[in-house]
């Protein structure tokens, strides 16, 4: 992906935040590093304190052997109310990456990517809107790479090391996954959002068969009956009924 502006810090709290902070610093008048903001900033963190996931939850990521970074672009292109499609674009890239080393990749609504349902990695995504139309995106990403051990209580995470038992090259990993963004993001450019959605579609964890769920009302059983361009998620119960819900509002139940 051409015209991209890298930062390398060896530690940060978020950098999702670290961006942000430079976009206060851009507003407020203050000087700003060079390249900001025509096409693409990159901020690659070695290690995080602070790393944030979906509803507030912390990323867990031990020093030097993850994946730890945040893009910042400016789809303009994209309607506010399509924005999900720029969470689309890193799911299916970050899949298509970690492809090359493992099998049985899927994204996991929303954005989540699992691997034989363990979570290897979660992107945050936090548009800014201007005019009608988005002028900032800030996409986290985290990818558990080369970690081993994993000591917070999240229920399943894995790592490309223990799913190969071969030590991975972070970089590889983090230039295949910007490099596939570059190219849906093109698409999204052209036009061309039906290919993102369809790919997302077809990568999609528990896109066949029912699967237990649960909501404000309990457990339940239903199937994906598809994913809406604003990014609410349709289940069909077993009555035929189609319940259409935000991210927040039902979660997938795994097998202990």
Known sequence: MENVYRINLPVADS???FVREMLEEQRSGQVVSPGILPGFTLVVADYQTAGRGQQGNF?????????TFSLLCHPDFVKPSHQFLLSQCMAISVREALLR??????????????????????????????GGKISNCIIGVGVNVNQELF??????PVSLKQLTSVQVEREEVLSAIVSRFGHY???LREGKACEVRQMYMDALYRRVGRHRYADIRGEFM????????????????DDGNVVRYEFKEVRFVLDS
């Open 15 to 17: 950098t999702n935040l």
């Open 59 to 67: 990323w867990e990521s031990e020093r030097g052997k993850n994946l």
């Open 101 to 130: 080393y493992v099998a049985g990749v899927e994204v996991k609504w929303p954005n989540d990517i699992y691997v034989n349902d363990k979570k290897i990695s979660g992107t945050l995504i936090e548009c800014d809107l201007q």
């Open 151 to 156: 000591r917070s209580n999240a229920p399943n």
């Open 185 to 187: 993001y093109e698409l």
């Open 222 to 237: 239903a199937e994906i009956a598809g994913v809406e361009p604003t990014g609410h998620i349709l289940l069909r119960f």
